[in-house]
């Protein structure tokens, strides 16, 4: 097996017992990404030069015997973290050259933890999109099917790890935007609770619902990750100041006598059969760990998509509007102040992006804020309860991620609301604030794969993590490669 | 016809706290344009604010200070409009859930006294500057008091005209300064000031159509700027015309006030709750403590003044006017026990000196000690209150006590009686004239006797034993 093909752990195992280094793993990364990137895309950005010096000190730490939980681990991050001295564009014409001097809290700790950043991931423009199309640096790619899309937003941070361009990569999830990527390619993915994982340097969309969160390979990977990305951060006010468990320690554990709760709201028509298939035979598998499944319902289920394209564009609307050409970022020549805001807003923003900042000006202004905004924030406090309800019938919760498997690239791009179905099962997820992870759970039969999702209350990323891996476990599911 | 003026006052203090509101960049005035800034008050994608509890702190003492009820649950608010000078696209203020609320300011009004409302003090923070160059089309931004800690204070439309606006706004303007939360100046915009002024005929009860003015830098132009727009809109009104409602801005120079042709009117400014920001949760175990740390207000300590140091009311007003002076007239009291004589030296030479050099009593190079000190030595007779005039003035120079003044000056007064009888008795000897004629009834040339004997004593002598002795000794 080649090192680019490694999981966290096993790499972590090789560079104790001295078997390899951090550049000789960054190496074997690079080369692959020499190897694949062309037909996949994954990468707005490859810090080759930055990734390799970084390699060399990280061996001269190693050989000291100073080896931490990431140390010579090739991490990619979205283009939606800020990196110091590094553009940063959230895939976007009118950030396609900013700076930011300064690393986003999740930057620094992997940092700190040993990573080795190879490269900054193609995204929808500001993660606003469910297939990676929306990006102003072209579409990224399935690894499973290049004709397909990675999902989305986060599609390039999955595409990446998917197609072994790195070993984890760091993505951000409003609505499912990594979840959905996690089970269209084929890996694990994780959205922490709101308030887990610092929020500090995430360029927001909407800052209510937004979490950073990883892509690895396998569950274990998923908590390595987990250790090093959570935890308050004084700079963030919605950061939550609880203990972080050492999410390692769940991976081993079993589930015997736990709860599944199935909602009956999540199984309805619009499933794609081979999809709900392979969920079935997912509730068999934990059946078969010992665990009972129970029926539970979230009765609000049907309003989230609708409080979710209300309250996310409306804090898009107010977060986007920093973007005006003044101070940073593409400005459109203009001979006047209103001309230059209007040119430089329309020419350096994306069709989806313009059409939710008109979505959320229109949510939040005079006479329609009760209607729209105030109500979908009730509503959401509603869907919340739906969870706590929930949640004292059932350890965990288990549901499809995606109603479909990877659907083609332009097949939903003139359909947005087609497209905003895809998020159907992972919305809820931001809007209750609670914890979810995606890992596969089967392939169909023209190979491409399905993920299940677990949901949890929260803070309970620890029960996450030890349902996934029991699962992943007791399910064997097939390790397959993309064959690129 | 007779016409009901109608105001209401929205007043921003900015809040004297070391750094802004949501980052730690400096409040300080003055620096080099964008010096201080930050990615936080820059608006940089990604960056978060993180509340100044101080903020809070300042304006719960204001809550408390103005009778306010503070909300145990308040929350920021984006203010969402387009500005260079704004530069996250949005202000983070408070609508919805303000920190405090139903607060009154009491007013003296024709010698009684009225309420003035305060509807509600919420913070918000400050934009930034454009400087707009004079021989170019450009316009350059500084974003050094972006995020800079501001409370506004709205009233009620309680007030009647532009002179108890301006009363008002002195109250205001007293107890922010007197908390130590708000350094006043309103050159620099600490203090600004905004209006909404209406008419309505006398005894109607529905408001007139308001007109919102701005630009009033000092309580001066407020009260011009009132005063003309209430004649405006009566002249108005009484010639059959309508007010519109509009913005306003006074104009200092001509002394007019000038619509801005409704350019900010059609603002809907998309206030919604500030999901970066977590509400502000404020118990009674913490305004307990903020106001066990509240200082006296003016208007007790007008009160205290008169009825413990039986002093006049227009006295203690003055006294009262400034914190630091109250605290320096206390001083000096406290030790010479002479509020009376403490006052008048105090109104009288002490502030005509600092007055003269553009000082504070901070800045008084005379001790409060020493100015009790030497009306000490006034009362035991050691100098006389003229030759104090000229040891006051000497101590506000050199910075020294009364004491090391009069031994250097030799001015101690001459109270040895025998001295001074062979002094009269030598002069009585020099002036027979003038002896004769006020023995012959000619009083008047008493007081020639007394220049002659402080001018024998260069003006040392003590004046009322000169008195005494010469009454004796002329009569002889
Ligand atoms: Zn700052």
Redesign the pocket.
């Known amino acids: 097996m080649e090192l680019y093909q490694s999981t966290i752990h096993e790499l972590q195992d090789k560079i104790k017992e001295g078997k390899t280094t951090a550049t000789a793993i960054t190496k074997s990364v690079l080369q692959r990404i020499d190897a694949v990137e062309e037909k996949v895309h994954s990468y707005i950005r490859v810090m080759k030069d930055e990734a390799l010096s970084a390699a060399a000190e990280a061996d001269k730490e190693i050989k000291k015997g100073n080896i931490k939980p990431l140390s010579g681990i090739s991490i990619a991050l979205k283009d939606i973290v800020c990196t110091k001295g590094i553009a940063t564009t959230c895939g976007s014409h009118i950030l396609h050259n900013f700076v930011p001097p300064y690393d986003a809290s999740v930057v620094e700790k992997l940092r700190a933890a040993g990573a080795i950043f190879v490269g900054k991931t193609n995204m929808d423009e500001f993660a606003m999109g469910s297939s990676t199309e929306t990006s102003y640096f072209g579409p990224t790619r399935n690894p499973w099917d290049l004709e397909r899309i990675p999902g989305g937003s986060s599609g390039g941070s999955a595409a990446a790890v998917a197609a072994d361009e790195c070993v984890a990569s760091i993505g951000s999830d409003t609505g499912g935007s990594i979840r959905q990527p996690a089970a269209l390619c084929g890996i694990v993915g994780m959205k922490p609770t709101y308030g887990r994982v610092s929020r500090f340097g995430l360029i927001a969309f909407a800052s209510s619902l937004d979490q950073i969160g990883p892509f690895t390979k396998d569950v274990e990977d998923c908590a390595i990750m987990m250790n090093v990305l959570a935890g308050y951060d004084r700079r963030e006010s919605t950061s939550v100041n609880i203990d972080v468990p050492d999410y390692r320690q769940f991976a081993g554990r079993d589930i015997k006598g736990w709860k599944i709760g199935i909602p009956k709201e999540y199984f309805v028509e619009g499933i794609d059969p081979e999809v709900k298939a392979a969920i079935e035979a997912s509730i068999k598998t934990m059946e078969k760990c010992g665990a009972q499944s129970v029926e539970i319902s979230l009765p609000h289920t049907q309003y989230c998509l609708a409080v979710y394209y209300i309250i996310a564009p409306a804090e898009a609307s107010s977060n986007l509007a920093r973007y005006d050409g003044v101070k940073y970022g593409f400005r459109a020549p203009a001979s006047e102040l209103l001309d230059m805001y209007k040119k430089t807003r329309m020419q350096g923003f994306g069709a989806e992006v313009k059409r939710r900042i008109m979505i959320g000006t229109y949510a939040l202004s005079a006479g329609y804020y009760d209607a729209y905004y105030k109500k979908a924030s009730q509503v959401r406090a509603l869907i919340k309860k739906d969870f706590e309800e929930a949640f004292k019938k059932c350890d965990v919760i288990l549901t499809p991620t995606t109603p479909t498997p990877a659907f083609k690239i332009g097949e939903k791009t003139d359909n947005p609301l087609q497209m905003y179905l895809s998020d159907i099962f992972t919305i809820s997820t931001n809007l209750a604030g609670i914890p979810g992870i995606s890992l596969p759970c089967g392939f169909t039969k023209s190979g491409l794969p399905v993920g299940v999702q677990f949901l949890a209350g929260h803070f309970q990323e620890g029960k996450l993590i030890q349902v996934a891996s029991a699962y992943e476990r007791k399910a064997q599911i097939e390790k397959r490669r993309p064959k690129l | 016809m007779e016409f009901e003026t109608v105001i209401g006052l929205e007043v921003h203090a900015q809040m004297l706290t070391e750094?802004?509101i949501?980052?730690?960049?400096s409040t300080k005035f003055g620096a080099a344009p964008n010096s201080?800034?930050?990615?936080?008050?820059?608006g940089m994608p990604g960056v978060l604010p993180v509340l100044n509890k101080k903020v809070v702190e300042y304006a719960m003492k204001m809550a408390l200070a103005t009778n306010c009820a503070i909300n145990p649950t308040c929350e920021f608010a984006r203010k969402n409009y387009f500005y260079p000078d704004l530069p996250k696209g949005y202000q983070i203020s408070q609508y919805a859930y303000p920190l405090a609320e139903h607060g009154w300011l009491e007013l003296e009004v024709n010698g009684g006294k009225k309420r003035i409302g305060i509807t509600r003090i919420h913070m918000e923070e400050d934009a930034g500057k454009l400087l707009h160059d004079e021989h170019n089309p450009v316009s350059y931004v500084d974003l050094n008091r972006?995020?800079v800690p501001l409370i506004e204070i709205v009233s009620e439309p309680d007030i009647r005209g532009a002179e108890e606006a301006a009363d008002y706004l002195k109250r205001l303007h007293e107890i922010l300064v007197y908390l130590e939360i708000c350094d006043g100046n309103m050159e620099e915009g600490s203090f600004r000031c905004d209006a909404n002024v209406s008419i309505r005929p006398k005894g109607q009860k529905e408001f007139g159509t308001r007109a919102e003015l701005k630009n009033m830098n000092s309580f001066r132009n407020v009260q011009r700027g009132l005063e003309y727009e209430i004649k405006r809109q009566q002249y108005i009104v009484e010639n059959g015309g309508t007010i519109v409602q509009e913005t306003r801005l006074w104009d200092d120079a001509q002394g007019v006030t000038n619509s801005m042709r409704g350019k900010e009117e059609a603002h809907d400014y998309r206030y919604f709750p500030d999901p970066d920001l977590v509400p502000v949760i404020v118990d009674e175990a913490w305004i307990g403590k903020i106001r066990a740390d509240m200082p006296e207000l003016p208007q007790a300590k007008r009160e205290r003044f008169i009825s413990e140091y039986q002093i006049s009311a227009y006295d203690a007003g003055v006294l009262t006017s400034e914190k630091a002076l109250a605290g320096y007239f206390e001083e000096v009291v406290a030790i010479c026990a002479k509020p009376k004589q403490a006052g008048n030296w105090l109104m009288g030479d002490v502030m005509k000196f600092l007055n003269e050099d553009k000082k504070t009593i901070r800045e008084c190079p005379i001790t409060a000690a020493s100015l009790a000190e030497m009306i000490n030595l006034i009362d035991a007779g050691t100098i006389s209150g003229k030759m104090a005039k000229d040891i006051v003035e000497e101590m506000y120079q050199s910075g020294k006590n009364p004491r090391e003044v009069i031994a250097e000056k030799g001015m101690v007064q001459i109270t040895d009686e025998a001295a001074l009888a062979k002094t009269i008795s030598s002069i009585i000897d020099a002036n027979p004239q003038q002896l004769a004629d006020y023995r012959a009834g000619k009083e008047k040339l008493f007081g020639f006797f007394v220049g002659q004997v402080m001018k024998a004593t260069q003006g040392k002598a003590n004046p009322q034993i000169v008195n005494d002795l010469l009454k004796k000794m002329l009569a002889k």
């Open positions: 750094t802004k949501f980052c730690s960049c201080h800034t930050c990615p936080i008050c820059l972006t995020g």
